[in-house]
């Protein structure tokens, strides 16, 4: 039996990825001694995390063609490379920027810059590309 690979959308993951920097966000906030920064990999398999369980909610119980694997990437190849381009477009319109620390200060280490942190406590997110080229 194949593992099932998730395949959620652009917009999705997107969503997702706005979601967990805000929730992140909010704990740093409440806890000034949190670290206020991310690791790519780190932040990919939190992601990955978050689509499973909530495919596992929604598969009905004793469907076993329904299974993920539990060894690797829970996300499709091109849900991962779409993932790429979320954390990308987030990087452009400034709400991440790279590094962590003056000791980390490059990828794959970022952290939500200040106009991102405006952002995500208003959630008014825009595609940079989109805005430019017309496309919604």
């Known amino acids: ?22 929730t992140r966000l909010a704990e740093v906030r409440s806890n000034p001694d949190a670290n206020s920064g991310f690791e790519f990999s780190q932040m ?38 779409d993932l790429i381009e979320v954390f990308w477009d987030l990087f452009r319109e400034g709400i ?8 980390q200060p490059d990828f794959p280490y970022f952290h939500v810059g200040r106009r991102g942190a405006s952002v995500l406590e208003t959630r008014t997110a825009y595609r940079y590309l989109a805005r430019q080229s017309g496309d919604q």
């Open 1 to 22: 039996m194949e593992p099932t690979h998730l395949k959620p959308s652009y917009e999705e993951l997107r969503e997702a990825l706005l979601d967990f920097l805000a």
């Open 96 to 103: 991440i920027t790279l590094g962590q620390s003056i000791e």
């Open 44 to 81: 990919t398999r939190a992601l990955e995390s978050q689509f499973a369980k909530k495919h596992l909610a929604q598969t009905p119980n004793g469907d076993p063609t329904r299974t993920l694997d539990s060894g690797g990437s829970q996300l499709s190849d091109k849900a991962r490379m």
